[in-house]
């Protein structure tokens, strides 16, 4: 994924920023996207990275993406800044720092119920005890995951021998789990927020996004704000909305913004309880560079004011598969382009080649 995904940051990147890739981009992917005439970000290899005099900005902060850069840069004698790891977002990447996040904003709003906040466990006995007592669908999660990874779905009172392996993997690896009732989902959705380097939380937007029966994230719609509002508003009051925007930005600021800079997301769910639409504000916060982030300057810089169009990220371990996608798909919607805007068709984000097993692309 790193591989072939690498280009991706260009599209939320300017044109004075670099994004690094391990081979320069293709001629055909080039001249792709040629008509776009898009302000993005430009692609940069080992050989020439040298020569820059830049900043670091990863997609998501971790130590082994620092060390990388670290070896990358004293190799080819490099004067880039590089960022600092810090213990501390160890805790705050995980799903303990989100459901404290979530019982703040319960504190803070009465619109939001009590009872969807998750359990912690560290042994398997006291989660036996628990799933036994309850007469629900329950989720299981991994505390360091996040996009559908690391879920054990429990379907009834009692622990399947394939669920009690996979929660003691988790707890052999992780130390802990987190279980919580599964609700009646009728859509996802996501608060885009960034911290600068004063230490200033900016609201960017919201994003719409699709994900599998089994939580997988699959895509997101890239349309105006003015249309995900509407969309959100047929379940929810506006105010309810502004109301947790506003209670993010705070603590976000409070917990957050000291020692970290660089975009985080909240994820955030519509719900059916008691045949009311209610609102899960906090289900869990990617402290990166995300989908929805990139959705919303995908729309900015390549679409028309009143078009939308979805975002997909494919998978195939089959060698050749998603090359042959690629061609199927730009012949069958061959790209449109006009004031050097994406009208209509298909536009692959990253470049396709035999071995990619990923591959990013929009569709208007």
Known sequence: MQHDLAFLPAWYGSGSDFVFLEEDLSPEFILSIQELQANIGRAITKETLGSKDKELSLWGISQQAIKYFERISLRYNSSIAIPQWKEIYRLWCSRQTSTLCLNYLIEQIPEIETNIRPSFFDNMEDIISFVN????????KAPY?????????????EIMRSERQQIQGILKKQSCISIEAVLNKHLDFAMEFSIDKEQEVHFIGLSLFQTSPKGAYLGNLICQQKDIENTISQYIDPHLLNKIENSLCLYIKENFAC???GYLGVDMMIYE???????HPCIEINMRSNMGVLAIHLHEKILEQHSNASFSIDYSSERGYNLSKHRELTK????????NKLKSGYLSLCPV????????????
């Open 332 to 339: 069958s919607f061959p790209p449109i382009f006009e004031n």
């Open 353 to 364: 080649s035999e071995k990619s097993r990923y591959m990013a692309y929009i569709k208007v």
């Open 133 to 140: 007592k309850q007469n629900a669908y329950l989720l299981a």
């Open 259 to 261: 020692d970290y800079q």
């Open 273 to 279: 309880s008691n045949k009311k639409y209610m609102l």
């Open 145 to 157: 995951s996040s996009s559908g990874r690391g879920l054990v779905w429990i379907n009834s009172n």
